[in-house]
């Protein structure tokens, strides 16, 4: 018999989810993570993961007045004149994103991970965006590309079990969930555990579900998404 979570455990397993981009062609299903915007989403009002603040006051400008498309020009041509100012660089891709101009957006960003190769949002951002106007395979190449280069390259493993899922290789993403929670770090293992909860529960293994929120409540008792 599935034991039944108690009522702390079943609040967690709704909405157990950890953000992580989701990066699928902009055709695809919604399928959004928590407060995780979807492609969608990010094509039309939703601010870049690595960019936030830095457009905070164009966020709010009215598409229909026109705005943002000079907005846009006076920032390309700053940005040309301070190419190296990363700031600058995050809210001009903001801003491309908004007139839905998403090719231009990864050039931008490009320029960015290139200044600040380290900011893994801003990698992730460039993934999400390629997945939307080119397509899953590429996403995966994009996530490929960066997981080599980076220092730590968990925030892309994360992003490829994701993309692994939403494809529907469903069991195989959390076969590799459960392959990288015997190397991972401490500091890593309670994410990844409340990642597969919410794909066991996806799978309708409850009692799976439940004890990797356990582990998590045993190992970190303050964590706040298991409470």
Same mark, same amino acid.
């Given at each position: 018999?599935?034991?039944?979570?108690?009522?702390?455990?079943?609040?967690?397993?709704?909405?157990?989810?950890?953000?992580?981009?989701?990066?699928?062609?902009?055709?695809?299903?919604?399928?959004?993570?928590?407060?995780?915007?979807?492609?969608?989403?990010?094509?039309?009002?939703?601010?870049?993961?690595?960019?936030?603040?830095?457009?905070?006051?164009?966020?709010?400008?009215?598409?229909?007045?026109?705005?943002?498309?000079?907005?846009?020009?006076?920032?390309?041509?700053?940005?040309?004149?301070?190419?190296?100012?990363?700031?600058?660089?995050?809210?001009?891709?903001?801003?491309?994103?908004?007139?839905?101009?998403?090719?231009?957006?990864?050039?931008?960003?490009?320029?960015?991970?290139?200044?600040?190769?380290?900011?893994?949002?801003?990698?992730?951002?460039?993934?999400?965006?390629?997945?939307?106007?080119?397509?899953?395979?590429?996403?995966?190449?994009?996530?490929?590309?960066?997981?080599?280069?980076?220092?730590?390259?968990?925030?892309?493993? #994360?992003? *490829?079990?994701?993309?692994?899922?939403? !494809? @529907?290789? &469903?069991?195989? %993403?959390? $076969?590799?969930?459960?392959?990288? =929670?015997?190397?991972?770090?401490?500091?890593?293992?309670?994410?990844?555990? #409340?990642? *597969?909860?919410?794909?066991?529960?996806? !799978? @309708?293994? &409850?009692?799976? %579900?439940? $004890?990797?929120?356990?582990?998590? =409540?045993?190992?970190?008792?303050?964590?706040?998404?298991?409470?």
């Amino acid at each position: 018999m599935t034991p039944t979570p108690r009522p702390h455990l079943a609040g967690l397993l709704r909405r157990a989810a950890v953000c992580l981009p989701l990066i699928l062609p902009a055709a695809a299903p919604a399928a959004t993570l928590d407060e995780t915007p979807s492609i969608d989403g990010l094509l039309g009002t939703a601010p870049l993961m690595g960019t936030e603040g830095a457009g905070q006051g164009v966020v709010s400008l009215p598409r229909s007045l026109g705005l943002l498309g000079a907005e846009e020009e006076t920032l390309r041509q700053r940005a040309e004149a301070d190419p190296r100012n990363i700031a600058l660089l995050k809210q001009l891709a903001l801003v491309q994103v908004r007139n839905g101009h998403p090719e231009a957006a990864i050039e931008t960003l490009e320029k960015v991970h290139a200044l600040a190769p380290q900011d893994a949002m801003i990698a992730l951002d460039i993934a999400r965006l390629v997945g939307a106007t080119q397509g899953a395979p590429a996403a995966r190449a994009a996530l490929e590309r960066f997981r080599t280069a980076a220092a730590d390259p968990f925030p892309f493993e #994360l992003a *490829l079990v994701q993309l692994d899922h939403d !494809a @529907g290789a &469903t069991s195989a %993403a959390r $076969a590799r969930i459960a392959q990288m =929670l015997t190397t991972a770090p401490e500091a890593q293992k309670g994410r990844l555990r #409340l990642l *597969l909860a919410r794909y066991l529960l996806a !799978a @309708g293994d &409850t009692a799976g %579900a439940a $004890a990797q929120v356990e582990s998590v =409540l045993v190992s970190e008792p303050a964590n706040v998404d298991a409470l």
